[in-house]
């Protein structure tokens, strides 16, 4: 049994939030997701994250990262077909594109390829003027006051 949700009354009573809104409308239409390659998803620290994912049999040639805008795309594509005679095929070889969706400011510090695992590295890097700041407040100073000007009320006579 599948669940829909209706996200149209957060639409009419929430401003600046249409790209979460968006993306948890998408990901509830999400039928049965393709499971291959398997991947993790770590965060290593505050701001870093890290995705492996399993991509035995593929070279480096073989594999493309591209980030645009906030989507993370990992794509893989056997360079040739392997013309051998097989009684048994287990390792995977078909071509695949995984999409990973990006929060804003994640960017990909570095990608590397050691015994079938690739390994991306991320990073949230939150521009100065978004960051919190502390404000100092001033120390109450002997401020001139502006001289008050009365208004003279004419007296009936």
């Given at each position: 049994m599948r669940n829909s949700f209706d996200f149209s009354p957060l639409f009419r009573s929430s401003i600046g939030f249409d790209r979460m809104l968006s993306a948890l409308e998408t990901a509830s239409r999400i039928e049965t997701a393709d499971n291959w390659p398997p991947y993790d998803i770590a965060k290593t620290s505050e701001d870093d994250y890290?995705?492996?994912?399993?991509?035995?049999?593929?070279?480096?040639?073989?594999?493309?990262?591209?980030?645009?805008?906030?989507m993370l795309m990992v794509s893989g594509q056997k360079a040739g077909e392997d013309k051998g005679e097989y009684l048994?095929?287990?390792?995977?070889?078909?071509?695949?594109?995984?999409?990973f969706e990006l929060a804003d400011h994640v960017k990909v510090v570095g990608a590397s390829l050691v015994n079938g695992l690739l390994t991306i590295d991320l990073k949230r890097e939150i521009p100065e003027e978004m960051k919190p700041r502390r404000i100092d407040i001033a120390a109450d100073k002997a401020v001139p006051k502006a001289a008050t000007k009365k208004i003279e009320e004419k007296q009936a006579a």
């Open positions: 890290r995705i492996t994912m399993a991509v035995a049999g593929f070279s480096q040639e073989e594999l493309a990262i591209t980030q645009e805008q906030n048994h095929r287990g390792i995977a070889g078909r071509a695949f594109q995984r999409r």
